[in-house]
């Protein structure tokens, strides 16, 4: 009993390790791939900002794969005979949504929507990591490389 029981904490903070977000849509980190490029700089000024999610990963195959695992091996406590089977197969299936639901959860990161004016009279879109510093009316400095868009405030 001590082995399943720790098999299974291991399992959980596995799963729940896997699903913890990063900064990758902030304006303040850079990916590998993006760093030491040139990059274009403009100016603009903040008109309209909107909260949204951003879902860091499409599905959380770690949190479904371990929510099955200890699905499973919670219903395999569960009865004997046809009905433990039975038990083990719908803990698997429950824990697996379930695992799925907390890992696509924990994949979130609150976004904003800015929309800018760029001094050019361009308005464009980019959403990107929450910030406080992002008002209407502030003024920002953006740095953009193939298509990605960086939005920082300028001081």
Same mark, same amino acid.
């Given at each position: 009993?001590?082995?399943?029981?720790?098999?299974?904490?291991?399992?959980?903070?596995?799963?729940?390790?896997?699903?913890?977000?990063?900064?990758?849509?902030?304006?303040?980190?850079?990916?590998?791939?993006?760093?030491?490029?040139?990059?274009?700089?403009?100016?603009?000024?903040?008109?309209?900002?909107?909260?949204? *999610? $951003?879902?860091?990963?499409?599905?959380?195959? =770690?949190? /479904?794969? &371990? #929510?099955?695992?200890? +699905?499973?091996?919670? !219903?395999? *406590? $569960?009865?004997?005979?046809?009905?433990?089977? =039975?038990? /083990?197969? &719908? #803990?698997?299936?429950? +824990?697996?949504?379930? !695992?799925?639901? $907390?890992?696509?959860?924990?994949?979130?990161?609150?976004?904003?929507?800015?929309?800018?004016?760029?001094?050019?009279?361009?308005?464009?879109?980019?959403?990107?990591?929450?910030?406080?510093?992002?008002?209407?009316?502030?003024?920002?400095?953006?740095?953009?490389?193939?298509?990605?868009?960086?939005?920082?405030?300028?001081?």
């Amino acid at each position: 009993m001590l082995k399943r029981t720790t098999l299974i904490a291991l399992l959980a903070a596995t799963t729940v390790t896997g699903c913890a977000n990063s900064n990758v849509f902030s304006g303040d980190v850079y990916t590998r791939d993006r760093a030491k490029q040139v990059q274009t700089v403009s100016f603009g000024t903040i008109t309209s900002t909107r909260p949204v *999610t $951003i879902q860091a990963q499409d599905e959380s195959v =770690l949190g /479904t794969i &371990g #929510g099955g695992v200890v +699905g499973g091996l919670l !219903g395999s *406590t $569960i009865g004997g005979g046809s009905g433990r089977n =039975l038990a /083990t197969a &719908g #803990g698997a299936i429950g +824990g697996a949504a379930a !695992g799925n639901a $907390i890992g696509n959860r924990l994949n979130q990161v609150d976004g904003v929507e800015l929309e800018i004016k760029r001094d050019t009279g361009e308005i464009i879109v980019v959403v990107q990591k929450a910030s406080p510093t992002f008002t209407t009316g502030a003024r920002v400095r953006m740095t953009q490389s193939n298509g990605r868009v960086n939005v920082a405030v300028v001081n």
